[in-house]
């Protein structure tokens, strides 16, 4: 089985997206898990302009309509609060889509640094192979055996807390994965033909990995980093439930989860369970339109 | 061992009767025809050579009487009867009583055939205990037995090996000690000295045929090497396209080929008397066999076809027992 | 193979050193560790004492020296919090955390390798596309967010089970243990699968793959052809060759699992030394995170040459490469 995928010949109607679109939609999980993201991003990056409350303008908050279940009615406030209140007197759904927008900032932000630089670092390694190969690969092989988890913790306990140095720790625990992704692909890609027509015009290795490479090793990358935005959703999430993520005046929505601990203990389930219940649909989301991609983009599976 | 007398009288002492195998393959693109209508009779200890190009259908067809075939294929027509016994009403049980009992098998790659985690003996004994009720040390001596008979030098020590510790012709040697292991009615050989250098390949095929003879076992001997076979078989089956296109003895398939098929493959064997001109070749390609055209398959590239081509050719069977499908045979049609 | 094992601690032994310097380079030189030992407001002249008492002003590679030296001893300072020292007060916790990884391990493996082996055999079987279904769940779901489910579930809705606490304990040899107490078995079970849910979702994808790969191999359809019966096919000759990676990917995993254990426990209150980590962390206790840090590092190695050692012992052509 050669790992080189042969040219698809291209029907002359459809572009490549076009193609790319209409193999997705054949796969109604995945349909579904591209519209589930839909409903949740959208209202999430407008939160300011469609949550029934700001649950971070403490003028806007009943104290006394703390912990109330779903579906009451403020008295003050003239709103429903459909999935019920926080300790606080928040509006949980209002929360859910402030932490929400939080989580994919911090997500977004972290997995593209963590694509540049990997892709980066693993194009160098494939194009000049040898000692730098061997010497950059020896780094992302440490970094990949030290668990993820430890290296964010004690990241953030030097860097201290906010949502800047969440993401830079984000980026240095997953970086190593895009460096190698990006290395395999491109150790395949080092011996085509245009690669060795580029270097035969003596165009610089700069030029020849970000023009010529880079954009060949693109499909891998992309189906890597989509599957990571959950993966880093998730990282964000268990590192601001532990205390040590985003600052209290940004919670993301582990930190929503983690403050609601105490009362699920004693019954009232809601303030910790719908943040949960959006933070596991995200990710399954994610994951749905990430796996069916995969399988589009990998020639090998597409068999 | 060949009948001359009528096929009939012949077919009810046959080893194995196979009649109108159809094993097709439904991809994707379309169902794929790798065995459209096979006809084999084999007598006891008969050796039959099977020889055909890479894609003919003649490895399936060995993987068909062993009822290995995994989806998507599937043998979807004929029948099969071996010692009287009807292979197609088998069912899981008697398929897995039939294969290493009565009817062993010999694979092409011996670095891929032997558990490379399991030792010599643990792949030796489980052969013999999956068919007789007999305790490790009976299966080991048989083994050992059986070792000897390959010649294969201090079998104890082998049996105590791993398989990547031995070489490729040892290791083919063990496949076809364990395929003898049950004392099996037919051994399938599926082009088993491929993959060997050129020197243990004559010195296997050559045991092969004494161990044969000597049990009284019947082969079939699965290969694309026509010399291959010249020497070992009794008679020989030409495949081309997933089906038998002659069939004969192998002096008068040598000797008097019919088919043009048949010819270029004699053709392209280098021989003395063709040393120092060019090695003939069959021009063009085996055809995919999704999607046939009517006739015959082999019309494309054939330097002997006529328009009655275009129409599938009859199975012309000699009173010997000689058959070919062909419109245009070589040294013309026989009164 | 003795000459390999050899081999194998001297290359520890170097990532060991590497490990050391940059944990030394984390925690000691980013960040002012003077900041840590004195009271804010301290004038420069009892900086400049507290920074000589500790061998701050000694150039950098004397402060390695000194704290490798410390190290090799065991001294990894005392705790700011308790006074203890910090390697001591870290082992003492220990048993409960590795207690509770090799429960939830030994689940991954009974549930994943028999799971992960149908979605092998059978890809196509609906049962095997929900098994890897859910295992996609297992996999990237947050492990304190099915903590916090199960708690929910069975502490809140069925109160059934314990949500926090190791339960009773037995002492045996010096450790104590929970696993052998019917009340420390119900306040492991929780913990214990919330870390084992997302390693057996692991194991699950590991032996489908390794299955798939072993499957159209020549070796299993000659065994096949041999007439060995299905069961022993599956059992020994499919199962052999895929315990391989299994084995291999298990053993990297512990390492993992007891990480993560940082997260469960911290879910479920349980007394391990992962606990103690967060809460040195968020204390800013020093010496208990270089302490614990060393010590996973340590582990984290050692467990790799057991994996390669175990890795040898079943996969015979590696034991044949080794002796080349």
Redesign the interface.
Known sequence: MSTASPQAPTVAVETPFQRLRSQFLENRLATFGLILLALIIVPSVLAPWVAPQNPFDIGKLDIFESQLPPGSVSESLGITYWLGTDGQGRDVLSAILYGMRTSLIVAFVSVTGSLLIGATIGLTAAYFGGKVDALLMRIVDLQLSFPAILLALILLSVLGQGIDKVIIALIVVQWAYFARTARGTALVERNREYVQAARCLALSPQRIIFRHMLPNCMPPLIVIATIDLAHAIAAEATLSYLGIGVPVTQPSLGMLIANGFEFMLSGQYWISFFPGIALALIIVAINLVGDHLRDILNPRSAQ | MIGTNSARAQAAENLLSIKGLKTHFATRAGVVKAVDGVDIELAKGEILGLVGESGSGKSITGFSI?G?IDPPGRVVSGSMTYNGKDLTALN?EGW??????DI??I???PS???????RIDAQMI??MQ??ANVNRAQAYARAREVLVMVGIPSPDERLRS?P??LSGGMRQRI?IA?ALM?KPGLIIADEPTTALDVSIQGQIIHEMKKLCRQVGTALIWVTHDLAVVAGLADRIAVMYAGRIVELGTTEEIIENPRHPYTKGLIDSVPSRSTRGSRLHQIPGMTPSLLNLPQGCAFRERCAYAVAACGDEPLNTIEPDGRAYRCWNPLGGPRP | MLLFIINRLIQAAGAVVVMSMLVFIGLYLIGDPTAMLVSPEANDLERAAVRQAFGLDQPIWMQYLTFVGNAARGDFGRSFLTGQPAMQLILERMPATIEMVVVAIGFAVLVGVPLGMLAGLRPKAASSKAVMTVSILGFSLPTFWIGLMLIMFFSVYLGLLPSSGRGSTVSVGGLSLSVLTPDGWRHLILPALTLGLAKAALIIRVTRAATREVLPMDYIKFARAKGVRPRRVVGVHLLRNILIPIVTVTGLEFGQAVAFAVVTETVFAWPGMGKLLIDSIIILDRPVVVAYLVLMVFFLIMLNLVVDILYMAIDPTAREKVRD
């Open positions: 062993l290995l899981e897995r009583q039939l294969r290493g009992g062993a098998m694979f092409q790659d891929m055939t032997l558990n490379p985690v399991l489980e052969a999956a068919h791993y990547h510790e496949a364990i049950n």
